[in-house]
């Protein structure tokens, strides 16, 4: 009988099958609690005990414990001398933690929105593309979850194109710059205290080089360590991450700038070969800068902590290395080449680097699940189902790819498109603009790219983030958004 008088709801009855699943779930999250919390378990109690008996010594035990002390006085001094020694030893050669100040995303002005109909109507006008390449180009805006009023590069959008070398270094240094400036307002960092410049692009790489461009324009000091990376794919930005990461722990007191953009007007593709259409409709404009800080009086004030960064390569895979490709088409055009097998690649390079970044990540009690259960089918040949871990224990207490999880990669399409190695910050931004992130949350950076690489960063919130005290791209666009965005479907580019 329902409890209180209630009646009883049907769809609220368990049955017996199910009792045992419900205890088992009780009995994990146990487990889950004693593996996690055991240091304080045993901890606790031996002090409790070492005091207590403190407490019942005479005056003549502690007479002769303190000759005994007095006995060894010596080998005490130096093994406390030795003791201080190695702690200082191991707190000057462990690595120096990377902190997060903040982050911008480029967010360009009302003029570069372009609807999908605008967006055919220029491909059209173009005189480049047949009959057929304009239909298919149509279903790829159809089926991308784009919106009417995604930003694209103003050169593109004239009639006719520009995709000249001086227009997309203006169009680069507008949406770089814009980002950086917003940074440097937030932070309030001046550029002579910046050490480290990492600035990647994959396919738009001038001479002199885009960090040279961020050098030359803010005047950045002449030692500064700058780099600048190319032909990296949609991933780069983890991948300067890294970077900037292991260059802070060999310069002590240091900040590091990292820049991610992509430039889509010089590599517009004018042809007609449809695996190398699709990258025109998916890439626009925008540019992420990111401040980074091995200052540990910066933690107070800064958003997150880098915790890893695991990158996984497949390039000595000729399907994988081949799957994204630049090169001419059969009338000499130069474009990017999607193969059909991508999202097979995806995901073996997606398994790979998950089964790397797991034991990194996994909290202890997930780690003794695994490894007893590999132990046990390898060593013991007990033929037991293969432990999966429970990621949702290793990055924040409720995850699951639910609609709830996609929504900000979503959304950053529906509004800014792809922006390659940047959209991973429009998507953190759009968590932020919806007070999703709260103090100790950890965050999954994942990207993909060329080569093929999949790389994933691990972030830990070091504060709950107020919407209202942000400058953030989103400002202004959350709520002009329908209450569902149409969900990107596959297209087959064979």
Not at 35 to 49: A, D, E
Not at 140 to 150: D, F, K, N, Q, V
Not at 455 to 466: C, E, G, Q, R, Y
Request: glycine share 6%.
């Amino acid at each position: 009988m329902a409890a209180n008088g209630h009646k009883q709801n049907p769809q609220m009855k368990i049955t017996m099958d199910q009792v045992p699943s419900v205890r088992l779930k009780y009995v994990k999250l146990g487990y889950h609690y004693l593996v996690t919390n055991v240091i304080y378990l045993v901890l606790v109690p031996l002090v409790s005990i070492i005091l207590t008996a403190l407490s019942m010594l005479t005056l003549q035990d502690i007479n002769q414990l303190w000759n005994l002390i007095g006995f060894y006085f010596t080998s005490v001094i130096i093994w406390s001398l030795t003791t201080i020694f190695l702690a200082i030893l191991y707190f000057m050669s462990r690595p120096r933690k990377v902190y997060l100040v903040n982050f911008a995303c480029y967010k360009p002005e009302p003029a570069h929105k372009c609807s999908r109909q605008q967006f055919m109507e220029i491909a059209k006008n173009s005189g480049k593309f047949s009959e057929e390449s304009l239909v298919f180009k149509k279903k790829i805006l159809e089926r991308s979850g784009y919106g009417e009023a995604t930003y694209g590069p103003k050169g593109l959008l004239r009639i006719p194109m520009d995709q000249s070398m001086s227009e997309s270094r203006k169009e680069t240094a507008m949406v770089m710059f814009g980002a950086i400036d917003e940074l440097l307002a937030k932070t309030c960092v001046k550029v002579r205290d910046i050490g480290i410049l990492v600035v990647n692009c994959s396919l738009f790489n001038p001479t002199p080089s885009l960090s040279a461009m961020v050098v030359n324009h803010y005047k950045l000091r002449g030692n500064i360590m700058s780099y600048n990376l190319g032909g990296m794919g949609c991933s780069a930005g983890i991948i300067s991450i890294q970077l900037a990461k292991d260059l802070l722990q060999l310069y002590p007191n240091s900040y590091a700038l990292v820049v991610s953009t992509e430039n889509l007007t010089r590599n517009f593709y004018l042809g007609n070969n449809r695996s190398m259409l699709v990258t025109n409709c998916l890439f626009r404009v925008g540019a992420a800068a990111i401040l980074l800080s091995n200052r540990s009086s910066d933690r107070r004030r800064s958003k997150y902590q880098l915790n890893r960064v695991v990158r996984t390569h497949k390039g000595a895979d000729d399907n994988s290395y081949n799957c994204i490709f630049q090169e001419e088409d059969e009338a000499q055009i130069v474009g990017t080449k999607l193969s059909k097998d991508l999202l097979a690649v995806a995901g073996e390079a997606l398994k790979t680097n998950i089964s790397t970044l797991g034991p990194l990540v996994l909290p202890m009690s997930e780690q003794l699940l695994f490894f007893a259960t590999l132990v046990a089918n390898k060593v013991f040949k007990m033929k037991l189902k293969p432990y999966i871990p429970d990621f949702k224990l290793a990055f924040e207490k409720n995850l699951r790819l639910t609609e709830w999880h996609m929504e900000p990669s979503r959304m950053t399409l529906y509004r800014f498109g792809n922006t390659s190695s940047s959209s991973l910050w429009y998507e953190l931004a759009y968590s932020e603009a919806k007070g999703r992130i709260r103090k100790g949350d950890r965050i999954w950076q994942i990207g993909f790219g060329s080569g093929f690489k999949c790389n994933s960063a691990v972030w830990k919130a070091l504060k709950t983030i107020d919407p209202a005290k942000e400058k953030n791209p989103w400002v202004d666009e959350i709520d002009e958004f329908p209450v569902s965005v149409p969900k990107v479907s596959p297209i087959n580019v064979s």
